[in-house]
């Protein structure tokens, strides 16, 4: 059996060793086939707190960690800078 992976972004990093991966999925509209955006949440294990907001990630299943937690970081693709800006 396969496993099920997902590309999305990161949308919260404010647990511990948990983060929230936003993944886009479009599709025609069965009538009027017009593209749809459905946008689905999934809280994802990150075992040493590397992923920060608005990195694209990829996710995979796995077994049940939690109430809510059923997938895993498998890696980061695009890594968002930390370089933050100071106002003076």
């Known amino acids: 059996m396969a496993l099920k992976e997902r590309i999305g ?9 948990t983060v929230v ?3 886009i999925n479009r599709y025609p509209h069965p009538t009027y086939q017009k593209i749809v955006s459905r946008t689905t949440r999934y809280k994802a294990h990150d075992p040493e707190n590397t992923c920060v907001l608005g990195d694209r990630v ?4 796995t077994r049940p960690l939690s109430a809510h937690k059923r ?3 498998e890696e980061i693709l695009n890594k968002k ?3 933050k800006e100071v106002k003076k």
């Open 71 to 73: 997938w895993a970081i």
């Open 21 to 23: 991966v936003a993944v």
């Open 58 to 61: 990829k996710i995979r299943e």
């Open 9 to 17: 972004t990161v949308v919260s990093d404010k647990m511990d060793k």
């Open 81 to 83: 800078s930390q370089a």
